[in-house]
């Protein structure tokens, strides 16, 4: 498709058309049995087909349609070959390759081709002054916190190692195949498959209608990462000086996703898809996903321009990882806004699980799959926002209506206990968690002035200690404070930290809720 001249798309000939169908319908059928191999090998072991003289024909066939494939393919490039507006783009893709020049990037962008074929605009180690600043990222990947390991007693002896070693394996095995699929399905080929008219769609309006900029991002373990920035620093809307950088959701990618909230509020927006989604190469398992993020904000300060005090990270549902990643290891970050997130992976694959299974879920999950959003947060001192979807079905652990069991609630504890230890003593931690069971406005609003929370008061009191002490969190505030004033100070910080919003999970964010967390 086109893009320099509106509604203008590529026509493929009769030749091309019809070699492509039958490629594209091919590959549906191998990810379809690539899925199902497991059932299928049980199946036809069971059924004796496995022999030695049933697979020999069998793999006679496989070889005859593997031919007969690579006809088709050879008869598309005819096809494309023939056909004078696929060569002139070849043309210019061929020459933006050999030379990134801004003309030749120009009239590249007016197409929408295959990603895999797109030029790489930024390399992870294109910064020079990173290994001096910072340490920079390692081929092996950024620094990630681990799980401490449990209090053993006695000595990891080879003997409990082989011992572990089934446990391990199985962990492995499970993460790699069914739980990172249920983890993030949008990395899912079938899924790609049926969402890709719509993510077509989604790109062409971010590219079209906001003059967004499409560019592939090198990371440090190899992955291609597919990124679009729409910048609004020539608007006279002051926020267009601020980049939201936007984490997207399982299933979520940048053309239809979280986006759309940042840039109706006018917003300079970076969207990036996970590993694994759309353009991006790879697999979404934690270590690939900070990777995707690191080059994702090195891209937006030393490419784009941005200072780190003018960048927003912005996350829905499971992007809040990557954001709070971001925070822990970027801390001069402006703002980290989380809307439907969660502190920890574990409670949440529980859920979904079988009981018995607990042991080998929270196993596999700790050493695999460790999304600890809390403990990244808690590394950051910079303002945060969360946003709680009061009918949100899929970060409670019972049911929508049992608002106490949203995760997001023990994000919030959490971070507040981490900065505000003594003011979230028992009394501060009862009233907040009574706060918390407000499912609506109206009885929230009730709940804080039934406590009588004098505004003014809990500012001077933060402003005084900060004064005093400086911004560095923990801080003891509340220490030498009455059992009331500690419950107001609790209740109002949870008002700064907390928004709720009355909708569920999957619902996008209004422009007007998107807030700029609060600070001092």
């Known amino acids: ?64 349609l593997l031919l ?12 494309r070959w023939t056909n004078p507006q696929y060569r002139q783009f070849i043309t210019i893709l061929e020459a933006t390759h050999r030379n990134q020049s801004s003309e030749n990037k120009r009239q590249l962008a007016n197409y929408n081709f295959d990603f895999r074929s797109w030029p790489i605009n930024f390399h992870w180690e294109e910064p020079s002054s990173r290994k001096e600043s910072r340490g920079g990222p390692s081929r092996h990947g950024v620094a990630l916190l681990r799980p401490e390991p449990l209090h053993r007693g006695t000595a990891d002896t080879l003997l409990n190692r082989v011992k572990k070693l089934p446990c391990q394996i199985t962990s492995y095995l499970v993460a790699h195949t069914l739980g990172r699929r249920m983890l993030y399905p949008g990395s899912v080929y079938l899924l790609q498959k ?15 209608e906001c003059n967004g900029r499409r560019a592939k991002l090198l990371a440090c ?14 608007t006279a809307e002051p926020q267009g000086q601020k980049l939201v950088i936007c984490c997207e959701g399982n299933a979520g990618f940048y053309e239809v996703g979280c986006v759309s909230t940042p840039l109706e509020a006018g ?25 995707a993020m690191d080059v994702v904000v090195q891209f937006a300060i030393h490419r784009l321009g941005f200072q780190p005090q003018d960048i927003i990270i912005y996350a829905w549902s499971i992007g809040g990882f990557t954001a709070t990643w971001a925070a822990m290891s970027y801390p001069d970050i402006s703002a980290v806004i989380l809307d439907a997130s969660f502190d920890d992976l574990v409670p949440l694959a529980l859920k979904v699980m079988p009981d018995s299974w607990r042991g ?29 979807r009061t009918k949100d079905e899929i970060i409670t652990t019972t049911v929508p209506e049992d608002i106490m069991s949203n995760r997001g609630n023990d994000l919030l504890l959490k971070l507040l206990q981490h900065r505000y230890p003594r003011v979230m003593a028992e009394e501060g931690l009862q009233v907040v968690r009574q706060w918390l069971e407000a499912s609506s406005q109206l009885e929230e609003a009730s709940i804080y002035s039934r406590w009588e929370v004098e505004e003014d008061w809990c500012l001077s009191v933060l402003r005084s200690y900060q004064a005093e002490h400086g911004p560095d969190f923990p801080w003891s505030v509340g220490e030498d404070m009455s059992a009331d004033g500690r419950q107001q100070l609790a209740l109002f910080l949870a008002r700064k930290h907390l928004h709720n919003f009355e909708a569920t999970h999957c619902t996008p964010l209004p422009a007007q809720n998107f807030q700029i967390p609060w600070h001092l």
């Open 68 to 79: 007969l494939l690579a006809g088709v393919a050879c008869l598309r490039g005819i096809g």
């Open 267 to 291: 917003y300079s927006v970076l969207g990036w898809n996970h590993p694994g989604f759309a353009g991006s190469t790879g697999v979404p398992f934690p270590q690939n996903e900070a990777n």
């Open 360 to 388: 080998l879920v929270t196993r596999t999950v700790r050493q695999h799959l460790n999304l600890n959003n809390a403990e990244q947060l808690c590394r950051y001192q910079g303002p945060v926002l969360l946003i709680r």
């Open 194 to 208: 049926a969402l890709m008219p719509v993510l077509l769609q989604g790109q062409a309006r971010l590219v079209e």
């Open 1 to 64: 498709m086109r893009r320099g001249v509106r509604d203008t798309y590529y026509q493929p000939r009769a030749l091309e058309k019809h070699a492509d169908s039958i490629l594209a319908l091919a590959s549906v059928f191998w990810s379809i049995s690539y899925y199902s191999s497991p059932f299928a090998f049980f199946y036809l072991y069971r059924k004796g087909y496995l022999s030695l003289s049933k697979v020999v024909p069998f793999s006679h066939y496989a070889g005859t």
């Open 221 to 234: 373990d190899g992955n291609e990462i597919d990124t679009m920035f729409v910048d609004r620093r020539g």
